[in-house]
């Protein structure tokens, strides 16, 4: 039988770190005051998820499938609100040369 002696400190390969912490999560929170005189003039609160994709969704954070900066789409629904300002802007034309219609029949 032959025994193996592992050193606790370097054991790992940086590849076997990324995993495990990939795999399990790692959450990094932390909070910057800038104060002058007592009073607080900025504050940036820091919270930070490293993880898969997988394991996020796991977790029941997806927020990416639904950020229109971050979809496929979003050049679709840019010319598609484009689209419908100028049907509002019609519209509008439309009314008001209709009111204009009827004010001066009156």
């Known amino acids: ?6 050193n606790p400190i370097g054991g790992d390969s940086l590849a076997d770190v990324l995993e495990r912490i990939l795999d399990k999560g790692v959450v990094i929170a932390g909070d910057v005051s800038v104060s002058l005189v007592g009073i607080e003039l900025l504050t940036i609160r820091l919270r930070l998820l490293i993880t898969t994709v997988d394991k996020a969704k796991e977790l029941g954070i997806n927020w990416w499938e639904t950020d229109p900066n971050l979809s496929s789409r979003t050049q679709e629904l840019e010319l598609e609100n484009a ?3 100028t049907r509002l802007s019609h519209l509008e034309d439309a009314m008001n040369s209709l009111a204009a219609g009827k ?3 009156r």
């Open 1 to 6: 039988m032959t025994l193996q002696v592992q």
């Open 83 to 85: 689209e419908l300002l």
């Open 103 to 105: 004010e001066v029949s």
